[in-house]
């Protein structure tokens, strides 16, 4: 089977190629290297560079190449940045997704997966979030993903493509062998910042809010490792030969505060990790942690890495290894 992989070169694209090329998959990677490396792609993988909202170079990648299916990774992605520029989401994210989706209607292609979010669900009724709660996005970039949900349901149901939005909570932790991992410039993500402190990189953290109505004050959040997240493409990816659309709401199900993420990461970096609690961030709820019982029982999908430890251990076993990132040319 030939797969598309749009945003290879970023993190979870990167871990996800990785995967699909060990499965027997062809890959192809498309990427304008925004926020990706080229040196996260594994080498068996096809890398085409170029920008999903290039018409032309899309229409060309599938002049080039006949793909069964398509993983769509390639997005910006920072929520905090969309309230600050609101057209890089609400213009680029959505026709780079309509760029993509119209070449893959045209060439026919039958299935195709979506990294969505947990941005979908701004005012959740109950918590662990069940794919069945009420979607209202938090901000234009949980937007953004909702336009192209939107989109893949009128592309069911005009052109037969078969579709799984998969709405992750948060990504984290790195591939065990330890060559790829998590590299962004600016790092807005918890655990690397953590790490980073731990490297001598920064001076401390700044815990956003310690006055929240969870047991220690910190915020709680769901950390789902990339491998097992690259896992659920590949089962959502096989699940789609019957036809069938699906949405997933994917994490560990699992909660925890900054607290014990620092803790964790004290223990196994052996470094102090000074903390202070600074102003809470506006929009930041307490608690975010995903139902993923869909997924489990219709795919059979189940966390390999789901302990906090797994998931900071291979982290840290990258950026240990890598303490600039892919710039160490590695
Ligand atoms: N990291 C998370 O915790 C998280 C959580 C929920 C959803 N997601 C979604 O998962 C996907 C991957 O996230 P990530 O953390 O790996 O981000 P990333 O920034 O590491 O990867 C995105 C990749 O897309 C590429 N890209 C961006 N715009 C492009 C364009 N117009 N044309 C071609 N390539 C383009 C970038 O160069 C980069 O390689 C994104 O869609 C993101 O919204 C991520």
């Known amino acids: 089977m030939k797969v598309l992989v749009t945003g290879g070169a970023g993190y979870i694209g990167?871990?996800?190629?990785?995967?699909?090329?060990?499965?027997?998959?062809?890959?192809?990677?498309?990427?304008?290297?925004?926020?990706?490396?080229?040196?996260?792609?594994?080498?068996?993988?096809?890398?085409?560079k170029g920008d999903l909202l290039d018409k032309s170079a899309v229409d060309a990648l599938f002049d080039a190449h006949k793909f069964d299916?398509?993983?769509?990774?390639?997005?910006?992605?920072?929520?905090?940045?969309?309230?600050?520029?609101p057209w890089l989401y609400l213009r680029d994210n959505a026709v780079a997704g309509s760029n993509l989706l119209e070449?893959?209607?045209?060439?026919?292609?039958?299935?195709?997966i979506l990294s969505s979010t947990a941005?979908?669900?701004?005012d959740p009724a109950r918590i662990p979030i069940t794919a069945e709660e009420r979607i209202v996005p938090g901000s234009p970039y949980g937007e953004s993903?909702?336009?192209i949900?939107?989109?893949?349901?009128?592309?069911?149901?005009?052109?037969?493509?078969?579709?799984?939005?998969?709405?992750?909570?948060?990504?984290?932790?790195?591939?065990?062998?330890?060559h790829i991992g998590e590299d962004h410039t600016p790092e807005f993500h918890l655990i690397p910042i953590i790490l980073q402190v731990a490297l001598g990189q920064r001076e401390k953290l700044t815990i956003f809010g310690d006055d929240y109505p969870t047991p220690d004050g910190?915020?709680?959040?769901?950390?789902?490792?990339?491998?097992?997240?690259?896992?659920?493409?590949?089962?959502?990816?096989?699940?789609?030969?019957?036809?069938?659309?699906?949405?997933?709401n994917l994490g560990n199900g699992k909660g925890y505060s900054i607290r014990e993420v620092v803790n964790m990461a004290r223990e196994i970096t052996g470094h102090d990790i000074p903390a202070a609690a600074g102003a809470r961030r506006p929009g930041d709820p307490a608690t975010l942690i995903a139902d993923s019982t869909r997924i489990q029982q219709e795919l059979g999908w189940a966390p390999e890495f789901?302990?906090?430890?797994?998931?900071?251990?291979?982290?840290?076993?990258?950026?240990?290894?890598?303490?600039?990132?892919?710039?160490?040319?590695?």
Request: net charge positive; charged share 20%; aromatic share 12%.
């Open 14 to 48: 990167s871990h996800t190629t990785e995967l699909l090329i060990d499965r027997g998959y062809e890959v192809v990677v498309f990427d304008n290297l925004y926020t990706g490396h080229v040196e996260a792609v594994n080498p068996k993988a096809t890398f085409v």
């Open 69 to 85: 299916g398509i993983l769509h990774f390639a997005s910006h992605t920072l929520v905090g940045e969309s309230m600050e520029k």
């Open 103 to 112: 070449a893959a209607a045209r060439q026919g292609v039958k299935r195709f």
């Open 119 to 122: 941005n979908l669900f701004d």
């Open 145 to 147: 993903k909702y336009i």
């Open 149 to 178: 949900e939107r989109y893949l349901h009128w592309m069911e149901r005009i052109y037969g493509m078969a579709y799984c939005c998969l709405r992750y909570f948060n990504a984290s932790g790195a591939h065990p062998g330890g």
């Open 218 to 248: 910190t915020c709680i959040r769901d950390y789902i490792h990339v491998i097992d997240l690259a896992e659920a493409h590949i089962l959502a990816l096989e699940a789609l030969a019957d036809g069938k659309s699906r949405k997933y």
């Open 306 to 330: 789901g302990s906090l430890r797994q998931i900071i251990e291979t982290a840290w076993n990258w950026h240990k290894s890598h303490p600039k990132g892919y710039a160490t040319g590695k």
